[in-house]
């Protein structure tokens, strides 16, 4: 039996997320996500999400705030906000990332 869930996804016709993310390829476990050329800004709200999230910085820079602490993400950080924990970023160079999130997040 095939196994449906093979996708693939052209960045330029994925569907965009309320936060201005692009949904990219999904599968049964685990959906990617492009933040691209986010510019600098204050805090964005706290949120909290029912997924694992990991991420790979391409470019820029930001603050990532969870749990009491602040990392700071450049270019060639990963990082992991686990399950259910309120977290912020703050962009403070124009910033692009990949991220992995499981379950999926996907576009509705």
Not at 1 to 18: A, N, Q
Not at 77 to 85: E, F, G, H, L, R
Request: charged residues 25%; aromatic residues 8%; negative net charge.
């Amino acid at each position: 039996m095939k196994d449906t869930s093979v996708t693939k996804v052209t960045s330029e016709f994925s569907p965009h997320g309320p936060e201005g993310e692009k949904y990219l390829a999904s599968g049964i476990h685990v959906a990617m996500r492009l933040w691209e050329n986010e510019k600098p800004n204050d805090k964005k709200p706290p949120s909290k999400h029912d997924y694992e999230v990991v991420g790979y910085v391409i470019k820029g820079k930001a603050e990532l705030h969870l749990e009491g602490q602040t990392l700071i993400l450049n270019a060639g950080d990963s990082y992991a906000v686990p399950k259910n924990v309120e977290h912020t970023y703050k962009i403070l160079e124009n910033f692009t990332a990949v991220e992995a999130t499981s379950p999926p997040a996907i576009a509705h």
